[in-house]
């Protein structure tokens, strides 16, 4: 159970030994890639609480790199309409089984934000959601990209990692950014100018 701060919970399951996921074949033929969805990282928490401290009943939200999903279960329990997409078809079904279990509908499905032609196609949402997805400073370039084609409202939560500062000078052409800290974790609120 993870508290959102205003005495909801939301219930987030996820697998006993992530480190057992570790697959060189998967590293080598998908793109380098990691199982990090597996992990209910600390940006998760922080933006579970951001969100709910909004009110969403209605909106229609969508999560980036969702993992296991957390702060579009936190939107989805205050009545929001949401999307959760990550790349990684385990994280997907992850966070699917997670709105079922907190008794929420959600569509959930595979996305990679560098070919995200398909949710451009439904904006503009009304708002868009990320935790630590700037961990590899390749992921900067794609996002700075297609967030101003999703909408006009982004909350994007980082534990200041070294590719953040990059991200967010580059963001400020767009976006009017405001940032809060919940511990160790910065919540960027990225607003169209
Ligand atoms: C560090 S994890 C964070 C997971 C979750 N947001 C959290 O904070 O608990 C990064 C997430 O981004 C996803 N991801 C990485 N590259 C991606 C891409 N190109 N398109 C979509 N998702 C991607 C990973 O599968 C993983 O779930």
Redesign the pocket.
């Known amino acids: 159970m993870v508290g959102l701060g205003d005495g909801r919970e939301v219930l987030v399951a996820r697998p006993r030994d992530s480190e057992a996921l570790l697959d060189q074949g998967a590293f080598d033929s998908r793109d380098e890639y990691l ?3 597996a ?3 600390p ?2 928490i922080a ?1 579970g609480r951001a969100v709910a401290r909004r009110a969403l009943g209605g909106r229609r939200v969508l ?6 999903g ?2 579009g279960l936190a939107a989805a329990t205050g009545g929001a309409r949401v999307t959760l ?4 078809p385990e ?1 997907v079904a992850a966070a699917r089984d997670n709105a079922e279990r907190n008794g929420v509908e959600v569509e959930a499905f595979v ?4 070919a995200a032609e398909a949710l451009v196609a439904r904006a503009r949402w009304d708002l868009v959601l ?4 700037l ?1 590899e400073a390749r ?1 900067v370039a ?1 996002l700075l990209a297609l967030l101003p084609r999703l909408g006009r409202e982004v909350l994007l ?1 980082d534990p200041d990692r070294a590719t953040a500062a990059p991200f967010l000078a580059a963001a400020a052409e767009h976006w009017q950014v405001t940032t809060r800290r919940d511990a160790r974790i910065l919540v960027h609120r990225l607003h169209a100018r």
Do not use: F, I, K
Request: overall charge negative; aromatic content about 18%.
């Open positions: 199982p990090y969805w992990e209910l990282w940006s998760a933006l999560e980036l790199g969702c993992g296991l957390l702060p997409t990550d790349w990684a994280a996305c990679d934000w560098r990320l935790a630590d997805v961990y992921n794609p939560a």
